[in-house]
């Protein structure tokens, strides 16, 4: 129904950690202890999402939801366990796309792109840090995204040099030749390395989402004010 949000549910193989995943809307993930705290994380951040599918235009379908609903619980990785993070593929992962849907993924991803670069803007240089001083300041933190992200474009055929990423235009193509890969590889039928196209569109959403996020929460703009 338009107005549901579907969830999968992957849970670790010790049942350490499960991770709840609403695979129409990129990057939204959350894991916890227990499948119910899974859930109800990530409806916590439901209204930090909207902004994100206000970026791609979908704000309205966005906000006219009402209810969740769990479609499926799969199998995860000792990674999952770890972290609490998605490492597995849901059966909807694997299914195929049409060439409307992708694009419509692709938006998704996009859009969280953009909220991390305004988030990148904003925030202060030096974060907060954790009770032992843990953690990274800004410029690691996009380091770390930008590696990463190099990374699984080789699962693509798309190679980007690392001082590519360091421009504004550099950073622009890397992304330009990454979303027309994933056209490529989808057109051809073609899993990423070996994940499936699906997959890698929401690991990169969230991966990106949920370190504009920590960046967002650990922000000290206003103290250095």
Excluded at 11 to 25: C, E, S
Excluded at 51 to 67: H, P, S
Excluded at 178 to 190: L, P
Aim: charged share 30%; with cysteine.
């Amino acid at each position: 129904m338009a107005n549901h949000l579907r969830i999968t549910l992957e849970i670790g193989p010790k049942g350490k950690k499960v991770v709840a995943v609403a695979p129409d809307w990129p990057g939204l993930e959350r894991g916890a202890k227990t499948g119910e705290g899974a859930i109800e994380r990530l409806r916590s951040y439901i209204l930090r999402y909207s902004q994100i599918a206000k970026l791609a235009e979908m704000g309205v379908e966005f906000d006219a939801i009402t209810n969740v609903e769990v479609v499926e619980q799969y199998s995860g990785t000792g990674s999952t366990d770890f972290w609490g993070i998605s490492f597995a593929f849901s059966s909807i992962d694997k299914q195929g796309m049409s060439g409307d849907e992708l694009e419509r993924e692709l938006t998704l991803m996009q859009a969280c792109w953009a909220f991390f670069d305004d988030v990148r803007r904003r925030v202060s240089a030096e974060l907060q840090k954790g009770p032992r001083g843990g953690g990274r300041d800004r410029d690691r933190i996009v380091q770390h995204i930008f590696a990463n992200e190099q990374d699984w474009a080789k699962g693509l055929g798309v190679y980007t040099p690392d001082d590519a990423m360091l421009t504004a235009e550099g950073l622009k193509a890397h992304r330009d030749a990454y979303c027309q890969a994933i056209r490529d590889y989808h057109a051809q039928g073609k899993l990423a390395g070996k994940w499936p196209l699906r997959y890698l569109i929401r690991h990169t959403a969230f991966h990106t989402l949920d370190h504009a996020w920590e960046m967002e929460d650990k922000d000290l703009s206003a103290t250095q004010v």
